[in-house]
């Protein structure tokens, strides 16, 4: 028991990524920008749009609540990408645009890199497991990427919840 395979979504924009890939980006980007590529942080809805894809918006908006209320984020697209962390990763892949594809090439290299810092893991592999057990873990790990997964600066997401949003 306690075994689950990740079904393949279709939110993502990347269809070269695989189904484990495309789920676990698809629960990361739920809570961060509801999953829309064109979302950038700041408005009184906590949102505004850009359309764009050129380049990173980099636009910078006062914070109005949580625990970094009073600074500023620059936050956008479908993962909320900050700026320093879109340069490094961008120029890293050599992505050239801010793209829904570059955004979610940049998001799978973000958390594979991010989990295999954290556990030394490999994270594609512990997906592909199928142990629904070890879902929470694998959000906490990311969390320091994402700040509503469990274990984040604002978590939406508790470990329970990512492991039923990512197996369904």
Not at 34 to 44: A, I, M, Q, T
Not at 63 to 88: D, K, M, V
């Amino acid at each position: 028991g306690g075994r689950g395979a990740a079904r393949p979504r279709q939110g993502i924009f990347s269809k070269d990524l695989p189904p484990e890939a495309a789920a676990l980006l698809d629960t990361i980007a739920g809570p961060e920008s509801g999953g829309e590529y064109n979302v950038r942080y700041g408005g009184p809805h906590g949102r505004q749009y850009f359309q764009d894809y050129a380049q990173h918006p980099h636009i910078q908006e006062r914070i109005t609540s949580g625990p970094n209320r009073g600074e500023t984020s620059g936050a956008a697209g479908r993962y909320q990408f900050i700026y320093p962390t879109w340069q490094r990763v961008a120029a890293k892949l050599g992505l050239q645009d801010f793209s829904p594809r570059s955004q979610d090439q940049a998001a799978w290299y973000l958390a594979q890199e991010r989990y295999n810092n954290t556990t030394g893991r490999d994270l594609l592999s512990d997906l592909r497991s199928g142990d629904a057990r070890s879902l929470p873990g694998i959000g906490r790990a990311l969390s320091g990427e994402w700040a509503s997964l469990e274990g984040g600066a604002q978590p939406t997401m508790p470990g329970g919840r990512f492991a039923n949003t990512y197996l369904t």
